[in-house]
């Protein structure tokens, strides 16, 4: 059934639902990426709160002026307003008073979700109320997605994506140096405003799939994620857009299998099970690669220190160096070096008198910089190079 | 006994189409005054260091210049014109760049940061932008580390890299806030070469300097300034003992006025 559902074969609700939040996650995914990176993540959290009492308040208007109160338009519109409130009160509250943006996105995040949450325990009381499921809101559902729907989030989630991509240098370069770009005439202020209000528009047009409470993993987790992947910003933007898109495809397939299945809390499932892998095998930032790393840095090192050792005849200590030395066939297991030992332990030492000069040369400052202490010298200079040390080790009285 | 030689109107006041020109301009952080009502005037061509004690205002007078803080009240032209119309002949290294070091950008990003003019919103980065950006590291001896995330740096080579990003933009004013503090002196040789070669090329160069030491052999021009303008003028005539003691006060040793102004007799 899930491979149905993968494959679109679920039925038409079904497949709307699936290929509206694949590219509500990709847009997602880009946008919250500059959110991330100027270190504004939490901000998307009060901006998601802060659409509750828009949505009841649209409901409740929609129905006093006679209408059945669940176009999605209307929710929507209204969402977006209370959110831009939010919005501005945090900008206010920080501007204005003493309190840090985490104080201000707290107090704004718990005032208004709380009224909201007060306005659907009232629409709840009203016979036009109960069966409008603005609970499904919350976190998401699939149940009952219109055609014009679907055209809303993908038409909102496209506007974003252009947007985003458009803006994504000045983005990149305010989020890096902020100081910078203003010192280059960027308008810091307006750019910043832009972002927000990408990420607003993803909150508003994704209350549908994904909820409001949970729309702020789908913001975040991607880039995150992403960024354990590479050191260029660019390719975070792109690959955090993937994982988004990939994320929100899957879970909203999974949902789409079993009735009660609620969206936003399977596609957050989803996309930190893409999170833990990233984390455990990403291949610079990841635990396994950095693990693996260190394992290997860590022999290299104690063979260096044993052929050092060696070449100088002082005793090996570590129970470790012994075994490594031995099992190279450098020395016999009560510790004293076979030939072939000697002759690397002699170039080991070499090696080290040439790191030393090397070291002390300001000429070689790239190559000095790569010095761990393990490293053979002519992996990192040619051999012209290695001459010319071995010129100043020679004209330096010992 | 204090006598506080204020630097005659020098002929260049007037040139209305100087690389900068400051007047009356103060800066206030808060009710607090950490420029005041200062006047200055750069000439084309030349090395000009600001010098002052700490919190003398130095870096608030090149943020302002900058548009980085506002002004209280004063008046700053950038060749002749205002800032807006300027800016892009302007280059700005701060005394700390205050930037997220894990942000995922390697050290070629940050020089291609310096084209960003030329790049545009959608430019895409091109071979000749790639060996520019190269030869702006090759200038301050960073060429080599041009793939490495740039928190993995030292911060001498920090610095470094944004003087980089800064030759990158082909300025003809450069503003340096400290570009000596914190390097080892091959860098400080490295980089005053650097700076010496844009003075060669006709550009502007003012720096925020703390070495009373170096400043004749590095500088033309100095600018003394403690909140308010002290003195300004070319090294040999401004940087005397009289200057000196207006402008730091009790926080020069005697001995090291001394020396300094007796240096080169
Ligand atoms: N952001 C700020 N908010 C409040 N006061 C500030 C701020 N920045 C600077 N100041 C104050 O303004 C004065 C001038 O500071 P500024 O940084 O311009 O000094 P400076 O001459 O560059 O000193 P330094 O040699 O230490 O770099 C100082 O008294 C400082 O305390
Ligand atoms: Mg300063």
Redesign the interface.
């Known amino acids: 059934m899930l491979v149905d559902a993968l494959f679109l074969q679920m039925g038409y609700n079904a497949t709307l639902v699936t290929l509206g939040a694949g590219l509500l996650g990709f847009a997602a995914g880009i946008s919250g990426t500059f959110l991330f990176l100027r270190n504004r993540a939490l901000l998307s959290d009060a901006i998601s709160h802060a659409t509750l009492p828009g949505v009841a308040l649209a409901f409740l208007l929609m129905v006093a002026l006679g209408g059945d109160g669940r176009s999605l338009p209307g929710l929507l519109a209204g969402s977006a307003v209370s959110a831009l409130l939010g919005l501005l009160c945090v900008n206010a509250l920080v501007r204005h008073t003493r309190l840090n943006e985490d104080a201000a996105i707290g107090a704004v995040l718990s005032v208004f979700f709380g009224f909201g949450v007060v306005l659907l325990t009232v629409i709840q009381t009203l016979p036009q109320g109960r069966q409008a499921g603005l609970e499904s809101f919350l976190l998401g559902s699939t149940a009952a997605m219109l055609w014009a729907d679907a055209l809303i989030i993908a038409g909102g989630g496209a506007a974003v994506v252009v947007l985003a991509l458009l803006f994504r240098r000045p983005f990149l370069l305010v989020a890096f140096d902020a100081a910078y770009a203003r010192a280059r005439g960027l308008p810091v202020a307006r750019l910043d405003l832009l972002m927000m209000g990408l990420v607003m528009a993803i909150t508003v047009v994704g209350l549908k799939i994904v909820g409001l409470i949970l729309v702020v993993a789908l913001l975040i987790v991607p880039p995150v994620t992403a960024r354990l992947w590479t050191d260029v910003a660019a390719r975070v933007v792109w690959l955090s857009g993937i994982f988004g898109a990939s994320a929100a495809y899957v879970g909203a397939a999974i949902s789409a299998t079993a009735p009660d299945l609620p969206t936003g809390p399977i596609i957050v499932l989803v996309s930190f099970v893409v999170f833990v892998v990233s984390l455990l095998l990403a291949p610079s930032r990841g635990v396994l690669a950095a693990w693996l790393r260190y394992r290997r840095f860590q022999k290299r090192i104690h063979i260096r220190q044993g052929l050092l050792a060696l070449a100088q005849g002082h005793p090996i200590y570590e129970r470790l160096t012994l075994r490594l030395l031995v099992a190279a066939g450098w020395a016999r297991g009560d510790g004293v070096a076979t030939d072939d030992g000697m002759g690397y332990a002699a170039r080991a030492l070499r090696d080290e008198a040439r790191w030393t000069a090397l070291r002390t040369d300001n000429r070689f400052e790239a190559a000095a910089a790569m010095y761990d202490g393990v490293r053979d010298i002519d992996t990192v200079l040619t051999s012209d190079q290695i001459a010319e040390i071995d010129r100043r080790i020679a004209e330096t009285p010992a | 006994m204090l006598r506080v030689v204020q630097s005659q109107a020098n002929d260049t006041t007037a040139d209305p189409a100087a690389p900068l020109s400051i007047r009356g301009l103060t800066v206030s952080y808060g009710q607090k005054p950490a420029v005041f009502s200062v006047d200055f005037t750069a000439r084309a061509g030349r090395m000009t260091a600001i010098v002052g004690p700490n919190g003398a205002g130095k870096s608030t007078l090149l943020k302002a210049v900058?548009?980085?803080e506002t002004a209280v009240a004063g008046q700053v032209r950038v060749f002749g014109a205002d800032l807006?119309m300027q800016?892009h002949r302007?280059a700005?290294v701060?005394q700390r760049?205050?930037?997220?070091w894990d942000?995922?950008?390697?050290v070629i990003?940050?020089v291609l940061?310096g084209l960003?003019?030329e790049?545009?919103?959608?430019g895409r980065v091109r071979k000749h932008h790639m060996d520019y950006a190269r030869d702006c590291l090759s200038r301050v001896?960073m060429?080599?580390?041009e793939g490495r995330?740039i928190g993995q740096l030292s911060g001498g080579q920090q610095q470094r890299v944004f003087l980089a990003?800064a030759l990158a933009q082909n300025a003809d004013l450069y503003l340096l806030d400290e570009p000596f503090a914190g390097v080892d002196a091959?860098t400080e040789r490295a980089i005053v070469a650097v700076l010496k070669g844009l003075k060669a090329e006709g550009r502007t160069v003012i720096v925020v300097h703390h070495d009373l030491s170096t400043l004749r052999d590095y500088f033309d021009d100095v600018w003394l300034i403690s909140t308010r303008r002290v003195a300004e003028g070319p090294v040999k005539e401004v940087f005397t003992e009289a200057n000196l003691r207006a402008t730091y006060g009790g926080r020069l040793a005697p001995a090291q006025i001394d020396m300094l102004s007796r240096q080169d007799g």
């Open positions: 900058l548009g980085i807006s800016r302007v700005y701060p760049a205050s930037v997220d942000f995922p950008t390697r990003d940050v940061g960003y003019r790049l545009g919103l959608l001896g060429e080599e580390f995330q990003r091959a």
